[in-house]
């Protein structure tokens, strides 16, 4: 299974973009999915989660109020609206998984390669 996120770029502050996560492969569900992000010398830190299902989403402290997560499970597609957007959001964003493997009936974790996200001042 493959994670691939886009639309990530260069912004000004107070502007808007859209992420999408769209995973790939064979033999698989997706159970949780959720955005992390990273800024220079910083750790990774959660940004959205979103749980299959009933959909239920979380978000970081940080980015409520200005971030919706949403998946399209028919597409195997996530995506983050990012709205009024800080310096501070600069980080690459990254999409995480939570998937069963249906042939080995077991749970993994998958990350994607990550896309960079730049808010200027």
């Known amino acids: 299974v493959q994670l691939v996120e886009s639309g990530g770029g260069l912004v000004q502050a107070g502007g808007s973009l859209r992420l999408s996560c769209a995973a790939s492969g064979s033999a698989f569900s997706i159970n949780q999915m959720a955005w992390y992000r990273q800024a220079p010398g910083k750790q990774r830190e959660m940004v959205a989660l979103?749980?299959?299902?009933?959909?239920?989403?979380n978000y970081g402290d940080s980015v409520k109020g200005r971030f919706t997560i949403s998946r399209d499970n028919a597409k195997n597609t996530m995506y983050l609206q990012m709205n009024s957007l800080k310096p501070e959001d600069t980080a690459v964003y990254f999409c995480n998984a939570v998937i069963l493997e249906t042939t080995a009936n077991k749970y993994r974790g998958v990350w994607g390669q990550g896309t960079l996200v730049t808010v200027s001042s």
């Open positions: 979103i749980t299959a299902g009933t959909g239920s989403t």
